[in-house]
């Protein structure tokens, strides 16, 4: 029953979908996706069941960035989300968290590339304080909400920590 709330309340949002593709990214425009945390979290579930089935790989990082190094104003964090879904792939996809944090989904993407993607996508944000957690199905996570709470853990410690630093489950 839940899951098809979920997925009903999802498919009515698929115009979050549209909007994203008409701010210049999107699958059609060679970025990930910017869809908001609902619509994400059928994502992550969806690409986990169908990684099943087809014997893929599916990671999620959970990145947040410090608000000072970020710049004023209250659109830095969707500013920030718009620059990494732009050098995402187009089966990619990143969300505004409630929690303060950008969540991303990695289509495809082993533990072992998510530095090398981290590392790319940080190199473009130039000074900017962040911190980022990891998880990948089916290396680390039977599920898809045990990668979300292992990649939330992982930020959590990243930022405590001192920041500037990615960890990865394993």
Known sequence: MARRLLFLRATSRMQDLIVSASRGFGPLAGGGW???ELMFRFLVDFEVQKAQRLRYSVS?????????SA??????RAS???ALARYLRST????LSTQGW????????ETTHLPAIV????????????????ACYPRTAARAEDMVRQAAGLLARAKEEGGNRLYVAS
């Open 34 to 36: 910017l869809v908001d």
């Open 60 to 68: 999620l990082i959970c990145f947040a960035v410090e608000p000072e």
């Open 71 to 76: 710049g004023n104003g209250s659109t830095w």
């Open 80 to 82: 920030i989300a718009d």
């Open 92 to 95: 990619d996809a990143v969300a």
């Open 102 to 109: 950008l969540s991303m989904l990695l289509v495809d993407a």
């Open 119 to 134: 590392d790319r996508l940080t190199a473009r944000l130039e000074r900017i304080a962040w911190s980022a957690g990891g």
